[in-house]
């Protein structure tokens, strides 16, 4: 479903906005939850969002979400480029993040190391804010090359 509402530039697709606000919530959520877990022979080890780049997620996805409200309350194309931008840079640390843990499951000696929830729940989030961001721009690209819609 696509909702949209009428601006000076006329309609403007709403969808983006909620895409984007979901994913910023999403990075804050995954932020705060648990990224790894490693099991060895002395106990239980469990890595948290904010043990990691959880507070560099947690900053990303509040701003996500304080430009999605606003293009929601004040819908206009520069929101977008911020959204961009931290999407991408979420996506690319999260991916980073990934790696790093993947790499140490391959190399646990004597221990059990999982990725645990949180982790994926930053890169849906930074996919999902990223999503949108672009497909807004887009949208904000074909209105101004046709022109608002005659009155």
């Not at 906005?17 to 648990?34: D, F």
């Not at 979400?65 to 520069?78: E, F, K, T, Y």
Request: glycine letters at 14%.
């Amino acid at each position: 479903m696509t909702e949209t509402v009428q601006s000076a530039s006329g309609t403007v697709n709403r969808t983006p906005a909620i895409m984007a606000l979901v994913g910023g919530a999403a990075l804050i959520l995954g932020a705060l939850l648990e990224w790894a877990t490693v099991i060895t022979d002395v106990g239980t080890l469990s890595i948290s969002g904010t043990d990691a780049d959880g507070e560099v997620m947690l900053f990303c996805g509040v701003v996500i979400v304080v430009l999605a409200v606003l293009d929601l309350a004040l819908p206009g194309p520069w929101w977008w480029i911020g959204v961009g931008i931290l999407g991408t840079f979420a996506l690319f640390a999260g991916l980073i993040d990934y790696f790093n843990v993947t790499e140490g499951i391959q190399e646990a000696e004597g221990g059990d190391v999982s990725i645990s929830a949180g982790l994926y729940v930053v890169l849906l989030g930074a996919a999902l804010a990223l999503a949108g961001a672009l497909i807004r721009e887009r949208s904000v690209r074909s209105v101004t090359a046709d022109g608002p819609p005659p009155a």
